[in-house]
């Protein structure tokens, strides 16, 4: 060790993390270089002894202070990194224990943003075995899960209306800190969905619903792609304003009225009587239409319908509803087809294959699941202090559901 520092008798962890901590905020704001250099003339063996304390999160605080510390630290920044960028997976695809482990590990790191991104890829092969190569996922196919850029974990949880999970998170964070995080993702201090427009969807799932209904190609639905250029196109117009919607990373990740439109929509006019009896029609309207809207959803849209027990976003079979985990050739609806209890539904058990859920669909969905994550997103209100300007300005509509009206 250096002769310097040996009559230095080796302080106790607390105290080297109280010297630490109180380095960065000495060293706040960065530009302070002459603070900077004063803690540069410190010896190499008692700064990597420090850093041997150091919490991932002071680890990326310090490295961002100056190149001197970024190279210095450079494999622990990494390491914090790695870290970080794991807990952000976890919360994208709803792992919470796996993102518990590590945020009770370094708390710190749930005021840091960063970007995860999911490309729509699979490397699964249509046989259920690994691919050398991944495949791309057409956007049309399956929509896959958005990009968070610059996000925290806490927003992430936030976006996918994990309302529940976000309340445990804040519990080891500042309120200033958690209203700070909220008012970057709800600049009006509304949970909702911006830049959307619900007259717009009922006039494009209307639009595809009558392109539907006059399709003379449609059999009995086995062929997801079969239908004319038109009724296509009308589809393609429904996954084009979704597209725009799940790209806007304002608000939360997805607007859960889309899906319960389609919903509606099905129950009051989709029905046999519409479709003169085409079960293929129906049938396609549940996979391409529904199905497919319910992989946009946020998670905490997504897993009480995709999860018998409502553990993380399984099926009952235990595969994932993710495109990029499942077969490349998977079709939400079709190849990986739930019931509104979770239940995987048999797809070659019967000629109907995909067995018809109930028809009050909509309502099961808004009583059952949308009003228990109102519920939930009352209490965030509470947790951080604001009001819940929504259900001060509106009233609840006829499906009980007032947070996103």
């Not at 607390?14 to 010297?19: E, W």
């Not at 997805?254 to 079960?279: I, S, V, Y």
């Not at 990986?336 to 309502?363: I, L, N, Y």
């Not at 951080?384 to 947070?403: C, P, Q, T, V, Y």
């Amino acid at each position: 060790m250096d002769s310097r520092i040996n009559h230095i008798n080796t302080p106790s962890e607390d105290l080297l993390q109280d010297q630490l901590r109180l380095w960065l905020k000495i060293l706040e704001p960065p530009e302070d270089l002459l603070r900077t250099e004063l803690l540069s003339t410190l010896p190499d063996e008692l700064l990597r002894m420090i850093g041997e304390q150091l919490s991932s999160s002071d680890v990326i605080c310090l490295t961002n202070t100056s190149k001197h510390w970024h190279s210095f630290f450079s494999d622990d920044r990494r390491q914090a990194l790695e870290k970080l960028h794991r807990l952000l997976k976890h919360g994208v695809l709803r792992e919470h224990k796996d993102a518990e482990n590590i945020w009770r590990a370094n708390p710190g790191l749930l005021t840091y943003p960063g970007t995860i991104e999911f490309l729509n890829r699979s490397h699964i092969g249509v046989d259920g075995k690994p691919l050398n190569e991944f495949i791309d996922i057409s956007f049309y196919q399956n929509p896959g899960r958005p990009k968070n850029t610059g996000r925290t974990f806490y927003q992430i949880l936030i976006r996918n209306s994990e309302f529940k999970e976000a309340i445990k998170v804040g519990k080891h964070m500042t309120l200033g800190e958690k209203q700070k995080q909220f008012h970057e993702i709800f600049p009006d201090r509304e949970m909702k969905k911006y830049n959307f427009d619900l007259d717009e969807v009922k006039r494009l799932l209307e639009n595809f619903s009558n392109k539907l209904s006059k399709d003379k190609i449609i059999t009995d639905g086995n062929n997801p792609d079969e239908m004319s250029a038109s009724t296509q196109i009308a589809l393609h117009a429904i996954y084009d304003y979704a597209k725009l919607q799940l790209e806007d990373e304002t608000g939360i990740i997805f607007d859960p009225r889309f899906l319960q439109e389609a919903m509606r929509l099905h129950d009051k006019d989709c029905t046999f009587r519409k479709f003169k009896n085409n079960f293929g029609k129906y049938r396609l309207w549940r996979v391409r239409v529904e199905g497919w809207l319910r992989e946009c959803s946020g998670t905490g849209y997504l897993h009480p319908i995709s999860s018998q027990d409502f553990k993380d976003c399984n099926l009952a079979d235990g595969s994932s509803c993710f495109a990029s985990h499942r077969p490349c050739n998977s079709i939400p609806g079709f190849h990986c087809r739930v019931d509104m209890t979770g239940r995987v539904v048999d797809q070659t058990s019967s000629k109907h294959g995909f067995a018809a859920r109930a028809r009050q669909g909509a309502e099961l969905y808004s009583h059952f699941y949308l009003k228990d994550i109102e519920a939930l997103g009352k209490e965030l209100y509470k947790d951080l202090g604001i009001r819940n300007l929504a259900s001060e300005k509106r009233d609840s509509d006829d499906m009980g559901f007032d947070l996103f009206k």
